[in-house]
């Protein structure tokens, strides 16, 4: 078992252990009502639902992109909310082919919590399976108190004054993770503006699967990525996307590899673009 990547078989085979805490993060970006309404039907035994437009997100200024980082410390306080400790496994999923279930494996990672696990293939692989599936809604205990607390962020990322300092310093290499159309400018479903940041590198989300929406082997990743990156020092890589969610599929993939150290631009292309002096592509 990988520390990051876990099967459905194996998740079936701990499933309810006392250390496991299994998340729910299905979501859908154009309908966001959709992942809780799955949940409510049916989901692996246990999972709690976790919601990518409330409780995984910041406050949305208008310049900040469309899914800034939510407060750390409330983010901390949510995961004691669920008895997550130093020694709980998480394991997290979606049916997105990763892409939600990655950002939340990064959010996590970011709050503290040191084993999240990523379920390969996610919600389809687990009904491949044979899983059991449940309509129960499990709830968190209730705190009495929300104490504040002091978090040290566990994830590096980067700002976009950062990225605007590197496009005349050449401090970083940009992977940009959302489809190659939208690298090139020529699609542009969901923000304003097309394009990207001048000098970013595009690896779609989509290089990181097999055709039934697993990750690929580990030693296949590195090798793709070490064809994509050359010599480029790992702790120089930043990643982005859309909105800071889909560069955290690259981001894990690149940790599944055994590249660590790569960074997040939280803000993304949207946030990028909220300024219209920032230089973009085309």
Excluded at 62 to 91: D, F, K, S
Excluded at 177 to 191: F, N
Aim: aromatic share 8%.
């Amino acid at each position: 078992m990988s520390e990051i990547l876990i099967s459905a078989t194996q998740l079936q085979a701990m499933l309810h252990e006392p250390d496991v805490v299994v998340f729910d993060v299905r979501h859908d970006l154009m309908n966001h009502r959709l992942g809780r309404q799955q949940y409510m039907q049916a989901h692996i035994p246990g999972a709690y639902f976790l919601d990518n437009e409330a409780e995984l997100v910041g406050a949305k200024t208008g310049q900040n992109g469309r899914h800034p980082l939510p407060n750390l410390e409330a983010l901390a306080h949510l995961m004691l909310q669920y008895q997550v400790t130093p020694q709980t496994r998480v394991v997290v999923y979606d049916d997105s082919q990763g892409h939600m279930a990655a950002r939340t494996w990064w959010l996590l990672r970011w709050a503290g919590v040191s084993q999240v696990m990523l379920l390969d293939g996610g919600w389809q692989a687990w009904l491949e399976a044979g899983g059991l599936i449940d309509s129960h809604i499990a709830l968190p205990p209730v705190l009495e108190k929300h104490h504040k607390m002091t978090v040290v962020p566990q994830q590096a990322t980067v700002t976009a004054e950062q990225i605007l300092e590197h496009l005349t310093q050449a401090r970083f290499t940009l992977i940009d993770a959302r489809a190659a159309e939208r690298y090139r400018g020529e699609k542009e479903p969901i923000d304003a503006v097309a394009g990207h940041i001048p000098g970013a590198l595009n690896r779609p989300t989509t290089a990181n699967l097999q055709a039934g929406g697993t990750f690929k082997p580990a030693e296949q990743l590195r090798v793709e990525f070490q064809e994509l990156l050359g010599d480029t020092a790992i702790d120089s890589v930043v990643c982005y996307c859309g909105s800071g969610i889909t560069a955290c599929h690259n981001l894990f993939a690149l940790e599944l590899a055994g590249l660590s150290g790569a960074k997040l631009y939280p803000g993304s292309w949207s946030e990028w673009i909220a300024d219209p002096s920032r230089p973009r592509v085309p």
